[in-house]
């Protein structure tokens, strides 16, 4: 087995802290009398791992001080139905932020109800509204698995300016917005995929790599440039086929990367954690933008 030099970037303790950070500013706005912020998740139908997510979601809400309002649909809920339910979410002045979460059954086409929710309750941050803001810059809620990204990097003192970021993954839900907001950072920015000729080569050439394409141990040792930030999004269970127990596992061969790289991402404990928390922070930011009250980016 590689050695491990490669220094840990623990997301899992990052996240805890920035939820006693958000967990303090609630207190102290609502010792002032205010309300507390809201997050309204909406789950449609029985997904188990949908279940679970909300539930983990709702147990970090209530450590942060935040008021859920989340609501379980049955699967066979009309498009209209949810439609009507968001609209409701966007008129109640308790909700801050609004989460729909995937996947839906297979008889609803999420975009047109995502499209719905307003773009200043939009807790994960993908509304084309908030991806426009992005693309120019310019202040609003950020899409959470990339910003967790962020604050990882700003966190350890990893400064992307000047650095050649390779992005693999090209999907709205990580790849673009990550590769958008490398760029803000200054950084010199690859997006790689599925189609990209010699993967390996364009990887190799990378200061900084974000594996986010779903496939389990993907990015090998040999791809990665001695002394690269191996930072890695993906989160696939695996099988072992003797004895039948599954683990998690990342698009990062972990072993071997942690032999080459200079710091990496753990999974679990790495990027995911911070998902969760930058979805709180984008509640605690849409209540503070709400009231005027500082807030910082």
Same mark, same amino acid.
């Given at each position: 087995?590689?050695?491990?030099?490669?220094?840990?970037?623990?997301?899992?303790?990052?996240?805890?802290?920035?939820?006693?950070?958000?967990?303090?500013?609630?207190?102290?706005?609502?010792?002032?009398?205010?309300?507390?912020?809201?997050?309204?998740?909406?789950?449609?139908?029985?997904?188990?791992?949908?279940?679970?997510?909300?539930?983990?979601?709702?147990?970090?809400?209530?450590?942060?001080?935040?008021?859920?309002?989340?609501?379980?649909?049955?699967?066979?809920?009309?498009?209209?139905?949810?439609?009507?339910?968001?609209?409701?979410?966007?008129?109640?002045?308790?909700?801050?932020?609004?989460?729909?979460?995937?996947?839906?059954?297979?008889?609803?086409?999420?975009?047109?109800?995502?499209?719905?929710?307003?773009?200043?309750?939009?807790?994960?941050?993908?509304?084309?509204?908030?991806?426009?803001?992005?693309?120019?810059?310019?202040?609003?809620?950020?899409?959470?698995?990339?910003?967790?990204?962020?604050?990882?990097?700003?966190?350890?003192?990893?400064?992307?300016?000047?650095?050649?970021?390779?992005?693999?993954?090209?999907?709205?839900?990580? =790849? #673009?917005?990550?590769?958008?907001?490398? $760029? %803000?950072?200054?950084?010199?920015?690859? &997006? !790689?995929?599925?189609? /990209? +000729?010699?993967?390996?080569?364009?990887?190799?050439?990378?200061?900084?790599?974000?594996?986010?394409?779903?496939?389990?141990?993907?990015?090998?040792?040999?791809?990665?440039?001695?002394?690269?930030?191996?930072?890695?999004?993906?989160?696939?269970?695996?099988?072992?086929?003797?004895? =039948? #127990?599954?683990?998690?596992?990342?698009? $990062? %061969?972990?072993?071997?990367?942690?032999? &080459? !790289?200079?710091?990496? /991402? +753990?999974?679990?404990?790495?990027?995911?954690?911070?998902?969760?928390?930058?979805?709180?922070?984008?509640?605690?930011?849409?209540?503070?933008?709400?009231?005027?009250?500082?807030?910082?980016?």
């Amino acid at each position: 087995m590689a050695i491990q030099t490669a220094r840990l970037l623990d997301g899992k303790a990052l996240a805890q802290k920035i939820q006693s950070q958000l967990a303090d500013r609630v207190a102290e706005w609502t010792a002032d009398g205010r309300r507390a912020p809201g997050l309204a998740v909406l789950r449609i139908g029985d997904d188990p791992a949908s279940a679970v997510y909300v539930r983990n979601k709702e147990r970090s809400c209530e450590r942060v001080g935040i008021a859920s309002f989340g609501q379980h649909l049955d699967a066979n809920t009309s498009a209209e139905t949810i439609a009507a339910e968001i609209d409701r979410l966007n008129a109640d002045d308790r909700v801050d932020g609004i989460l729909l979460q995937l996947p839906l059954p297979a008889h609803l086409d999420p975009v047109p109800l995502l499209l719905r929710i307003d773009p200043d309750k939009d807790a994960d941050g993908l509304h084309p509204t908030n991806l426009g803001r992005l693309v120019r810059n310019e202040t609003g809620l950020r899409s959470c698995t990339p910003a967790g990204v962020m604050e990882i990097l700003k966190e350890y003192a990893i400064d992307p300016s000047g650095q050649h970021a390779v992005v693999i993954g090209r999907s709205i839900l990580v =790849g #673009k917005p990550m590769a958008l907001m490398l $760029l %803000e950072a200054n950084a010199t920015v690859t &997006i !790689a995929h599925s189609r /990209t +000729p010699d993967l390996a080569a364009t990887v190799r050439q990378a200061d900084i790599v974000v594996a986010a394409v779903g496939r389990p141990q993907m990015i090998t040792a040999d791809m990665l440039k001695p002394g690269a930030v191996a930072i890695d999004v993906g989160i696939n269970r695996i099988e072992n086929p003797e004895t =039948g #127990k599954g683990k998690l596992v990342g698009d $990062l %061969e972990f072993d071997g990367a942690a032999a &080459i !790289a200079s710091a990496i /991402t +753990p999974v679990p404990g790495g990027v995911g954690p911070m998902t969760v928390a930058m979805l709180l922070h984008n509640t605690v930011r849409s209540y503070a933008r709400t009231h005027g009250l500082e807030f910082g980016e």
